[in-house]
């Protein structure tokens, strides 16, 4: 399960940030080593966050120190944006940057804030509360040029799976609301949706027990997690997510398996060896 949820982590991880692949492609460029020939930074990316996700050993490390912390941080953005050297890998940002219009940290402050958050996250033991506190800190400073969003969201996993609890996984359907928290967050100070979201997210994650990349697309199908903005599709937990009927190799409830209404390439069961 650990291989699955960090491929769709990956997948969906880099989907927020506006990488674009099927879930089809991105099987292909994490587990086949089938770079895009017009894309390869991108297929790095994936490839990255996945690595970063698997291994379990540095994701769980328990930084003694705010130096340790840091050089963990840099350490994870060096590996994630190792194929982007414009975006300084494992180097903090040098010009100030913008979420929605408003101004994040300014460089100088970047250590310094980080270093009392760091300080206030001592202060907090349960894994959710730390990871989400974690996630928003780094966000809300974003010290690098790019990756901030993938970084932030690695260590709320890091948090989460040091204290045995569920992921929280951002899909498709549900990156608006994600967003949507972030930005109150960002513009209004206020912690509570990006909270909800984390929950309602880790929520449905636990629901799903699938061990093979394949088994684990198909049940995140039915949650309707790949379903794009502005389709009217509803996040469903899977164990009361609607039972797809096959019909010639197609769900009677909706047609994503076929290319025409299927944006986001969902293997066929044929493809999945069903």
């Not at 449905?204 to 699938?210: N, R």
């Amino acid at each position: 399960m650990r291989q699955s949820n960090a491929f769709l982590e990956a997948y969906f991880s880099n989907f927020i940030e506006g990488t674009d692949f099927t879930v089809v492609e991105a099987k292909r460029i994490v587990f086949e080593g089938v770079a895009p020939i017009n894309r390869p930074a991108d297929g790095h990316d994936v490839i990255a966050t996945y690595r970063l996700l698997t291994d379990e050993r540095a994701l769980t490390a328990v930084p003694a120190d705010y130096q340790e912390f840091e050089n963990m941080l840099r350490a994870r953005h060096a590996l994630l944006m190792d194929a982007r050297p414009e975006k300084q890998p494992g180097r903090f940002k040098t010009v100030n940057n913008k979420v929605s219009g408003i101004s994040m940290v300014q460089p100088d402050l970047v250590v310094g804030t980080l270093k009392y958050g760091y300080d206030l996250l001592q202060g907090l033991t349960e894994p959710f509360a730390r990871g989400v506190f974690l996630h928003c800190l780094i966000a809300e400073v974003h010290p690098f040029d790019d990756g901030n969003g993938r970084i932030s969201r690695l260590h709320l996993t890091s948090e989460l799976l040091r204290g045995n609890q569920a992921q929280v996984i951002i899909p498709t359907v549900f990156r608006g609301d994600y967003i949507g928290g972030m930005r109150a967050l960002t513009k209004r100070s206020e912690p509570g949706p990006i909270t909800r979201a984390c929950l309602r997210a880790q929520e449905v994650v636990s629901t799903i027990h699938e061990a093979t990349v394949d088994g684990a697309i198909e049940a995140w199908a039915r949650t309707n997690a790949f379903v794009r903005e502005g389709q009217n599709a509803r996040w469903e937990n899977y164990d009361t997510a609607t039972e797809i009927e096959w019909r010639d190799e197609v769900p009677a409830t909706k047609d994503y398996w076929n290319a025409e209404d299927n944006p986001q390439g969902f293997l066929s069961p044929n493809a999945m060896g069903r």
